[in-house]
T-cell receptor, first 116, second 114 residues
Framework: AQKVTQAQTEISVVEKEDVTLDCVYE???????LFWYKQPPSGELVFLIR??????QNEISGRYSWNFQKSTSSFNFTITASQVVDSAVYFC?????????????FGKGTRLHILP | GAGVSQSPSNKVTEKGKDVELRCDPI?????LYWYRQRLGQGLEFLIY????????KSGLPSDRFSAERTGESVSTLTIQRTQQEDSAVYLC????????????FGSGTRLTVV
């Protein structure tokens, strides 16, 4: 069965600090996709990244970076030089399907507070 | 429209009544999903439509929940005989099956059963 665990329910950091959000997943498939979404106070979910299981290369996008470690079944998300606008709930998610379009299982989310 | 549109944005209903939630996906998106987000909880998958294929209903929590979608257009999620435990934000998402793209989510419908 597939499962996504975000052990950190809530994190508070001071603006400009770096912060890492942890995500650990469980799956029996060799082909799967991992995602991160941001949910700001407005409630809409914003797609951040998708990574397939064959691509372990870490990704950097501006202040965001992702560390995919198959050996530990983790897909951690780091925000560098955090800003108040980064305050949101962040969800990690997993899709086991061989094709991208199948149900996605979400973690419970990590609420991130960036303090000015 | 430019994004996924959901209506109503808020709905308060009495226990036992039926409710219908609507989702307008992005034009051309073949896949459409419904999720439920209870207060302080993560997202629960409810149902998935892909083109004209039979929907994946494996996430529907009970037979009081049903959903329809005609072709690649509007979808409606119906909850019959609502219960207080149905109170949640119901999110709809649509997507194209293209590498690197994720779902586009609507703003959700906040359902309160009193």
């Amino acid at each position: 069965a597939q499962k996504v665990t975000q052990a950190q329910t809530e994190i508070s950091v001071v603006e400009k600090e770096d912060v890492t959000l942890d995500c650990v997943y469980e799956t029996r498939d060799t082909t799967y996709y991992l995602f991160w979404y941001k949910q700001p106070p407005s409630g809409e979910l914003v797609f951040l990244i998708r990574r397939n299981s064959f691509d372990e290369q870490n990704e950097i996008s501006g202040r965001y970076s992702w560390n995919f470690q198959k050996s530990t079944s983790s897909f951690n998300f780091t925000i560098t030089a955090s800003q108040v606008v980064d305050s949101a709930v962040y969800f990690c998610a997993l899709s086991e399907a061989p094709h991208r379009d199948d149900k996605i299982i979400f973690g419970k989310g990590t609420r991130l507070h960036i303090l000015p | 429209g430019a994004g996924v549109s959901q209506s109503p944005s808020n709905k308060v209903t009495e226990k036992g009544k039926d409710v219908e939630l609507r989702c307008d996906p992005i034009s051309g998106h073949t896949a459409l999903y419904w999720y439920r987000q209870r207060l302080g909880q993560g997202l629960e998958f409810l149902i998935y439509f892909q083109g004209n294929s039979a929907p994946d209903k494996s996430g529907l929590p009970s037979d009081r929940f049903s959903a329809e979608r005609t072709g690649e257009s509007v979808s409606t999620l119906t909850i019959q005989r609502t219960q207080q435990e149905d109170s949640a934000v119901y999110l709809c998402a649509s997507s194209l099956d293209l590498e690197g793209l994720g779902d586009t989510f609507g703003s959700g419908t906040r359902l309160t059963v009193v």
